[in-house]
Nanobody
């Protein structure tokens, strides 16, 4: 199982980049996949996740209404569309996947994810 996140970089406040997570080695539809972010010195935060099988999505309160998670099972890709970025969105963003996690726990149980990508840095600054 491998995941590779990309799409980070320097973004102006209000920008709308999309992060991508390329996956391989497993059937994406049967795994719950999430996006998490972390700032040095702070705990990892659940940003968004999409459930295996039914595709139900969940969002952290700080990004609800601004970010959108989606996936393309045929392309083995998971995306995080980020809109109206704020300086406080600056962080390293990671994608992670797991076969057993399901439901709204997919945001809280970051420690339960078995597989992680390497992270991509998003810096929101003018």
């Amino acid at each position: 199982v491998q995941l590779q996140a990309s799409g980070g970089g320097l973004v102006q406040p209000g920008g709308s980049p999309t992060l991508s997570c390329r996956t391989s080695g497993f059937t994406l539809d049967h795994y719950t996949t999430g996006w998490f972010r972390q700032v040095p010195g702070k705990e990892r935060e659940g940003v968004s996740c999409i459930n295996r099988d039914d595709g139900q999505t969940f969002y952290g309160n700080s990004v609800k209404g601004r970010f959108r998670i989606s996936k393309d099972n045929r392309k083995n890709m998971v995306y995080l569309q980020m809109n109206n970025l704020k300086p406080e969105d600056t962080a390293v963003y990671y994608c992670a996947t797991d076969a057993l996690i399901w439901g709204s726990r997919c945001l809280q149980m970051s420690a339960g994810y078995d597989y992680w990508g390497q992270g991509t840095l998003v810096t929101v600054s003018s």
